[in-house]
């Protein structure tokens, strides 16, 4: 679990008064799907820390916001949605859900070195980055947009009747955003099937949660709303992918959104170019030693018998994938000039 | 001495409106915040209350009539102590609806018996610029349009009634179509835009917003994004300013920025510029404002043809339209050509009166405004040629420049803003492209640069008039 706030909540949770969500329970995986959660983290672990080599290398330019840390919400939430009819969009940290979704990354990797591989033709960079394909909607770079974007997606699933889901990510730093409340306000008086997840990883570029938030426990944030939260230990995929399932059962059923608080932490800074002096390296250290998500499915694995020597080879695999993924993103020719101009619109008018 | 009870103005734009029916009948006595008469105007019924006390006296003009003009005594209230019976008598009969105008107040020999009561100041039409503006937009084009086949019956109808077609035709061809805004549906539009569209489309597909418009056009751009065809409604664009990043940043950009794997095809649309009196927040013009982003379509449209056929265009595309209206024409009535689908293409503009010797170039309710001064050139023996440019982005520069050959001077005239405006990018492509057909400087008619004020002659000085186009017009002309 990461740092807890340093407030203790001065109030307890509102009496209910109406239906609530149950409490989730962690996810019962098997030793299959506890290796595959591995592989998925460990793939967004490797590829981040390229993707920041590759930054220091003047290979990836602009803001390259990186997931290192967080990587058991994007794949324990994402898990358990249905590829065919859910949707998914995030804020500009979104190689990780990219990456949990199961999207190449060479493709992704080459966007990110700005080339005509890339999965936005070199055109979007790190922070936009969609595969509709996928049902992937960006990659969206102001903070908070996405939220009301991501309520459009729901909107559009009530109004075709296809059953889907909408998975909305935004910060802690946006869960102060005046638009994610109108997101919300909409979202619950029209019973739109929208997960809004909070990823709160205690920073908002540089300000602790409790430094820019009257209510620092952001799941109670819908409550004026009617809107249920419920908090969730995010470097936990079990307890993430638990959630998941609670808040699934809960917007499928009709009953409107619901709020997921994923408490998680970003071992990097804000972004390559932040050198995050505002909290200090024994923090930092504390969260990787006692709460790093990776190691502890690596601990469960090997509690149900899988060593070191098995997890080996997957880990020089995802090794591989990501070198090759960086030789193709570096190799990869840049868009051709004429691209400048294509796109701007769809129709020649 | 009787109270004169005037028909009222119940928008600053109307002129008459139709006495539906009287509550009160002469005898009764009422007092203040007593409902009297229902009153219907082209937008709404509105209930006229009293404001004095007394006694009805007698009623001038009968329920039913139509076309009574604003300022027009339509009741006599006898005041505490006054004999309601001794009322004068000879009033207009006012059964007769064939008898028009009613009687203006101003107009009777008896104005020095007329008590004017504080309450009741004289509605005469207060001169303001929107005013202006609002009598230069009856002007209609004067060539036809060379996209509506010949010997098309064409129908009268308000630009109003002819966005309100557009949307419904192509919500009944396609079923991804809706439209989404403030009071929308059960209030059928603040301005009536979407009137029926509710009835006959239900609440699926016609949704009343809170009023959040940052948020709502984030839902229309998310749900475009994935595939529906949304009609975001702005009660005005003024109110679009806390949207504006979404119109922007996400609907804009996105078709680029994904490498033209995810489109946006949604259209904002509402009221843009001057309304009369309403001060500086809900008096801009943002055509330059969307013009110059890259990604989006922006059409302005002057009449109802052009309304109809943009408005259909612009639900079709598959790029994000901002659609800019303007509330001072809602009520005008023009031409429409009676086609089961009639879409006229985007980025063209439009000749509405062919000339020779200057080319006027505006867009919206600029055109008519240039119509009316081109009337006023023509009897001076100055030939105007007005183009309206329909679209703002793309630009039609061809049909400028083309102009510009024939007349060689080129006036732009924008019911906005002079600095950075539409009115400058012409100014700008025709330097450019156009250098050697120009015999003048390019002059820029537009509002003054200031905040638009409310007083009414602050007002007028503030707006673009024919006077000013006039002069302009001289001045390349070198008359």
């Not at chain 1, 820390?49 to 930054?55: N, P, T, V």
């Not at chain 1, 005046?178 to 920073?203: C, R, S």
């Given at each position: 679990m990461a740092k807890a706030p340093a407030r203790i909540p001065a109030a307890e949770p509102p009496i209910p008064n109406r239906e609530r969500p149950s409490e989730p329970k962690p996810f019962e995986a098997t030793k299959e799907q506890l290796l595959q959660f591995y592989k998925d983290m460990l793939l967004i672990?490797?590829?981040?820390?390229?993707?920041?080599?590759?930054?220091?290398?003047?290979?990836?330019?602009?803001?390259?916001?990186?997931?290192?840390?967080?990587e058991a919400v994007a794949v324990g939430l994402q898990s358990a949605l249905d590829g065919d009819k859910d949707s998914v969009i995030t804020g500009y940290r979104d190689h990780g859900h990219m990456l949990a979704y199961g999207i190449d990354p060479k493709v992704i990797m080459a966007e990110l070195t700005g080339r005509a591989a890339g999965i936005s033709r070199g055109k979007g960079g790190s922070m936009h980055m969609f595969s509709t394909e996928h049902k992937f909607y960006g990659g969206h770079g102001i903070v908070g947009a996405q939220v009301s974007l991501g309520a459009g997606l729901a909107f559009k699933h009530k109004y075709a009747g296809d059953g889907g889901v909408t998975l909305a990510y935004f910060g802690d730093g946006a869960a102060n955003?005046?638009?994610?409340?109108?997101?919300?306000?909409?979202?619950?008086?029209?019973?739109?099937?929208?997960?809004?997840?909070?990823?709160?990883?205690?920073?908002?570029?540089?300000?602790?949660?409790?430094?820019?938030?009257?209510?620092?426990?952001?799941?109670?944030?819908?409550?004026?709303?009617?809107?249920?939260?419920?908090?969730?230990?995010?470097?936990?995929?079990?307890?993430?992918?638990?959630?998941?399932?609670?808040?699934?059962?809960?917007?499928?059923?009709?009953?409107?959104?619901?709020?997921?608080?994923?408490?998680?932490?970003?071992?990097?800074?804000?972004?390559?170019?932040?050198?995050?002096?505002?909290?200090?390296?024994?923090?930092?250290?504390?969260?990787?030693?006692?709460?790093?998500?990776?190691?502890?499915?690596?601990?469960?694995?090997?509690?149900?018998?899988?060593?070191?020597?098995?997890?080996?080879?997957?880990?020089?695999?995802?090794?591989?994938?990501?070198?090759?993924?960086?030789?193709?993103?570096?190799?990869?020719?840049?868009?051709?000039?004429?691209?400048?101009?294509?796109?701007?619109?769809?129709?020649?008018? | 001495m009787p109270i004169e009870i005037k028909m009222p103005a119940l928008s600053p734009t109307m002129e008459e409106g139709t006495l539906a029916k009287w509550l009160v009948k002469e005898g009764d006595t009422v007092k203040s915040g007593d409902i009297m008469a229902e009153i219907e105007t082209d937008k709404a019924t509105m209930e006229f209350e009293a404001v004095d006390e007394g006694t009805v006296a007698q009623i001038l003009v009968a329920e039913g009539t139509d076309n009574v003009k604003v300022g027009t005594v339509i009741m006599q209230l006898a005041g505490e102590g006054e004999d309601a019976s001794a009322a004068p008598a000879s009033a207009p009969a006012a059964a007769d609806k064939e008898d028009t105008p009613a009687p203006n107040a101003q107009a009777d020999a008896t104005k020095d018996d007329t008590v004017e009561d504080s309450a009741h100041p004289a509605q005469e039409k207060v001169e303001t610029g929107a005013r202006q503006l609002f009598e230069a937009a009856s002007h209609e084009a004067e060539v036809e349009n060379p996209e509506v086949p010949e010997g098309t019956e064409m129908v009268k109808l308000?630009?109003?009634?002819?966005?309100?077609?557009?949307?419904?035709?192509?919500?009944?061809?396609?079923?991804?179509?809706?439209?989404?805004?403030?009071?929308?549906?059960?209030?059928?539009?603040?301005?009536?835009?979407?009137?029926?569209?509710?009835?006959?489309?239900?609440?699926?597909?016609?949704?009343?917003?809170?009023?959040?418009?940052?948020?709502?056009?984030?839902?229309?751009?998310?749900?475009?994004?994935?595939?529906?065809?949304?009609?975001?409604?702005f009660m005005t664009f003024n109110f679009a300013m806390q949207a504006i990043d979404h119109i922007i940043n996400s609907a804009a950009k996105t078709n680029y920025m994904s490498g033209g794997q995810m489109r946006c095809p949604i259209v904002f649309r509402g009221p843009n510029g001057a309304a009369s009196r309403v001060g500086a927040q809900h008096s801009q013009n943002y055509g330059p404002w969307y013009a110059s982003v890259p990604g989006l379509i922006v059409i302005a449209p002057y009449d109802a043809q052009d309304a109809k056929g943009l408005l259909k265009a612009a639900i079709r595309s598959e790029d994000p339209v901002v659609f800019l209206e303007n509330e001072l024409m809602y009520g005008r009535s023009f031409e429409v050509p009676k086609l089961d689908d009639f879409v006229l293409p985007i980025g063209k503009a439009r000749i509405m009166r062919p000339g020779k010797d200057v080319t006027i170039v505006s867009y919206s309710i600029g055109v008519g405004v240039s119509l009316e001064a081109a009337d006023k050139l023509a009897a001076e023996g100055i030939d105007a040629e007005v183009i309206d440019l329909r679209t703002l982005r793309p630009l039609d520069r061809k049909t400028?420049?083309?102009?510009?050959?024939?007349?060689?001077?080129?006036?732009?005239?924008?019911?906005?803003?002079?600095?950075?405006?539409?009115?400058?990018?012409?100014?700008?492509?025709?330097?450019?492209?156009?250098?050697?057909?120009?015999?003048?400087?390019?002059?820029?008619?537009?509002?003054?640069?200031?905040?638009?004020?409310?007083?009414?002659?602050?007002?007028?000085?503030?707006?673009?008039?024919?006077?000013?186009?006039?002069?302009?017009?001289?001045?390349?002309?070198?008359?």
């Open positions: 672990r490797r590829f981040e820390e390229k993707a920041g080599q590759l930054y220091g290398l003047g290979l990836i330019g602009g803001f390259c916001h990186l997931y290192i840390g967080q955003q005046g638009q994610v409340y109108e997101a919300f306000n909409m979202a619950e008086l029209w019973k739109l099937p929208i997960i809004f997840v909070i990823e709160n990883n205690q920073y908002a570029m540089g300000t602790s949660v409790n430094r820019a938030s009257s209510e620092d426990q952001l799941y109670r944030r819908g409550e004026s709303f009617r809107i249920p939260g419920i908090q969730v230990d995010g470097m936990d995929v079990l307890a993430s992918r638990g959630a998941a399932e609670t808040a699934l059962e809960w917007v499928r059923a009709g009953k409107g959104p619901i709020i997921l608080e994923m408490k998680t932490y970003r071992y990097r800074g804000h972004s390559m170019s932040d050198p995050a002096k505002y909290r200090s390296r024994d923090e930092v250290q504390a969260v990787r030693d006692k709460s790093d998500p990776i190691e502890h499915v690596k601990k469960l694995l090997e509690a149900q018998g899988v060593t070191e020597a098995d997890l080996k080879p997957i880990e020089q695999d995802i090794r591989r994938v990501v070198n090759e993924a960086a030789d193709f993103a570096e190799n990869a020719p840049e868009p051709n000039p004429q691209e400048l101009y294509t796109d701007v619109l769809v129709e020649s008018y | 308000t630009v109003r009634e002819a966005l309100r077609d557009a949307m419904a035709e192509e919500m009944r061809a396609d079923e991804r179509v809706f439209v989404m805004g403030e009071e929308v549906a059960q209030y059928q539009g603040a301005y009536k835009v979407t009137q029926g569209l509710l009835d006959e489309f239900g609440e699926k597909r016609v949704i009343d917003t809170p009023i959040t418009e940052y948020g709502f056009a984030g839902i229309g751009t998310g749900a475009a994004m994935s595939g529906l065809r949304p009609i975001v409604e400028v420049l083309k102009s510009l050959s024939k007349t060689n001077r080129i006036v732009v005239v924008e019911e906005g803003w002079p600095t950075c405006s539409i009115a400058s990018e012409v100014a700008a492509f025709v330097m450019e492209e156009g250098f050697d057909d120009l015999d003048a400087p390019v002059l820029r008619v537009t509002n003054e640069d200031v905040p638009l004020p409310y007083a009414a002659n602050l007002e007028k000085l503030a707006l673009v008039t024919a006077d000013k186009v006039v002069a302009a017009v001289k001045q390349v002309t070198y008359r």
